[in-house]
C-alpha cells in the first residue's frame, strides 16, 4: 500500500509541476516575453516527460503489468508540435521552418536527458 500512496504521490505532483510550466508559458504568451518562450516551452517538455513516466509506473503498478505500451508520441512527433508552438509564438513568420526545426529537435532531446 505505501508503495501505491508513493505512486499516487509521485504522479500528483509530477502533473501539478507540469500545469505550473503551462501557466507560465501561457503568461509568457499574454505578455509577449517571446524571448523567454523557448526556455519556457523547455520547461514544460521536461515536466511532461516526467509527469508521463510517473504516469506509467502508476499504471503499471495499478494493473499488474512491468512492460507497458505508452500512448507517448514519437519523437518526431513531439518535434513538430514543438516546432509550430515555435513558429506561432513568433508570430508566424514567413522562411523559419528549418530554424524552428532545429530548435524545436533541441528541446525535445534536452528535456529527455
Known sequence: MAVNRQL???YRVTWEEFSRQLDALQRLVETGARDRIEGALLNVEK???AHNE?????AAHL???IDMVTDELPEQE??????R???EF???PHGTAENDWLRAEKLV???RA
Open 8 to 10: 499516487w504521490n509521485e
Open 47 to 49: 515536466a511532461r516527460v
Open 54 to 58: 510517473a504516469r506509467d509506473r502508476l
Open 63 to 65: 494493473t499488474g503489468e
Open 78 to 83: 513531439r518535434v513538430r508540435k514543438t516546432a
Open 85 to 87: 508552438l515555435l513558429w
Open 90 to 92: 513568433s508570430g508566424k
Open 109 to 111: 532531446r534536452a528535456a
